[in-house]
């Protein structure tokens, strides 16, 4: 008798504990319906910026740029720079120290060509903006890239 009231008694606890657990997880999201509460704390690293001719100053469009997580490198992120020359890459991850950056001349001969660029990006006690709950926030750094041209 002992025995069915212990097993009884866990298996109450543990249906409580569920119950509790999956309604306790949840909140209102913006759009009404529910989003989950777990995770792991979070933030978007960015990187910007204008890439320019180190010839004539001129911006370059068409270049393609690719930001990786020195720490994981599977975090990447490519765009390519806009009529302006202006670019921007974002890696959102628990923290991100540097960020690699390879930027290469895909366009062809309709800028001129360029010679291939890496740099890296460091965040330093970065200060984060706009965080809600695991979200942290963002972070930005500008970075303003000058290119060779080809010989």
Known sequence: MRKKVITG???FIAFLMALLGFTGACKNGPWGGLVAAYGT???DYIVKGNIASSKDNSSLRG???IARDADSPFLTDTVKSD???NYQCKITHIQVTNLHLSLTDVDGAMNGTYEPLDTTVTYTNPKFTGGDGWYTGKTEKVLNLKMKPKP
């Open 9 to 11: 008694g866990n298996k």
């Open 41 to 43: 704390p979070h933030a």
């Open 63 to 65: 270049i393609r740029v």
């Open 83 to 85: 009529v302006l020359g």
